[in-house]
């Protein structure tokens, strides 16, 4: 299993990113800058990674697992992660040109809208896995350890 530590890093850095670009797209002029598409394109990337090894690396894993009260858990993740992903590459499809590293403004209000609900949910799950999958992960991997002593 992955390291807990690498999974917090990842959250910390999600969760920092994330309270940082909010800040600043409160100020529209700002919205336009090299600065802030770079730290939007960073958390992009990062919310991709944590959430890709998640579903690899913790539910995948748990789906395997022979008690189906694990099995659901596993599922509901995987399930959730799977609408982030559909929601977030929608957002970013509407809001930014990838290729050109910038974000695509029209609507402000629309966009800032839209902005703290997806930056809200991926803050959600992230609370979610901490406070739900980890300690799992971490009872099971208890267990397991006990029955090979």
Known sequence: MIAFSQLHAQNHKITELSNVFMYLVQNRELCDTETICNIFFEYAAKVKEHNDLVDRELCSKLISYP???????????????????????????????????????????????????????????????????????????????????
């Open 67 to 149: 008690d189906q009260s694990v099995k659901n858990t596993a599922n509901r993740f995987l399930s959730g992660s799977n609408e982030i992903k559909r929601i977030f590459n929608r957002y970013l499809k509407d809001w930014c040109s990838e290729p050109q590293r910038r974000l695509k403004i029209r609507d402000y209000s629309a966009f800032l809208q839209e902005t703290e609900q997806m930056f809200g949910l991926v803050l959600d799950r992230i609370q979610r896995e901490t406070e739900h999958l980890y300690p799992l992960i971490r009872k099971l991997e208890e267990c397991k350890t006990a029955a090979a002593a």
